[in-house]
T-cell receptor, first 116, second 117 residues
Framework: AQKITQTQPGMFVQEKEAVTLDCTYD???????LFWYKQPSSGEMIFLIY??????QNATEGRYSLNFQKARKSANLVISASQLGDSAMYFC?????????????FGPGTRLSVLP | DTAVSQTPKYLVTQMGNDKSIKCEQN?????MYWYKQDSKKFLKIMFS???????INETVPNRFSPKSPDKAHLNLHINSLELGDSAVYFC????????????????FGPGTRLTVL
């Protein structure tokens, strides 16, 4: 079974608007971490934001915020004021508590295109 | 001051050859990983090493063998290359933690694009 689901293979957003990228996860661990990474066309993987399973507040990093709904097992990424440079693949990932907490699983990704 | 470096960046080779990809991290992290990203951009973990010990070994053909001479290096050797091995291979590292709830994001290398002809 898929541990990380990203239901939007592709998304379009107008420049300067906000966009939400969906992520749902499946785990029976109480302790886990959720991550979002960005992969531009140049290919590198860039860490954006992190949410711990015990964090009560939603994580924020600049224009990125993570809408964490633990009961629904969702960790959506919100990008405010989209910029052309935000066009990229976005991956949601989860680290579970086993194996010293090192078992990372990535979702299939969402390709975001920002329109001028 | 590259945190995680991989060489080579591009690798083009014939079917049946043996090749290696090197990875080094200067972050002092305890754990290193190899991922394969296929043509559909799906990222799948192949191996994870913690302090030179194999922690995760996903279902990967035994033609793939990781080697960790020290905790700063994790090299990937591939024997008898096949067409289906063509992909981008990423090395990554992170700090080990005792529980999954702490932030220890993975730092990725730039990737190695392997093309098997």
């Amino acid at each position: 079974a898929q541990k990380i689901t990203q239901t939007q293979p592709g998304m379009f957003v107008q420049e300067k608007e906000a966009v939400t990228l969906d992520c749902t996860y499946d785990t029976s661990d109480q302790s886990y971490g959720l991550f979002w990474y960005k992969q531009p066309s140049s290919g590198e993987m860039i860490f954006l934001i992190y949410q711990g399973s015990y964090d009560e507040q939603n994580a924020t990093e600049g224009r990125y915020s993570l809408n964490f709904q633990k009961a629904r097992k969702s960790a959506n990424l919100v990008i405010s004021a989209s910029q052309l440079g935000d066009s990229a693949m976005y991956f949601c990932a989860m680290r579970e508590g086993g194996n010293y907490g090192q078992n990372f699983v990535f979702g299939p990704g969402t390709r975001l295109s920002v329109l001028p | 001051d590259t945190a995680v470096s991989q060489t080579p960046k591009y690798l083009v080779t014939q079917m049946g050859n043996d090749k290696s990809i090197k990875c080094e991290q200067n972050l002092g992290h305890d754990t290193m990983y190899w991922y394969k990203q296929d043509s559909k951009k799906f990222l799948k973990i192949m191996f994870s090493y913690n302090n030179k010990e194999l922690i995760i070994n996903e279902t990967v053909p035994n033609r793939f063998s990781p080697k960790s001479p020290d905790k700063a290096h994790l090299n990937l050797h591939i024997n008898s290359l096949e067409l289906g091995d063509s992909a981008v291979y990423f090395c990554a590292s992170s700090q080990v933690v005792n529980s999954g709830g702490s932030n220890n994001e993975q730092f990725f290398g730039p990737g190695t694009r392997l093309t098997v002809l």
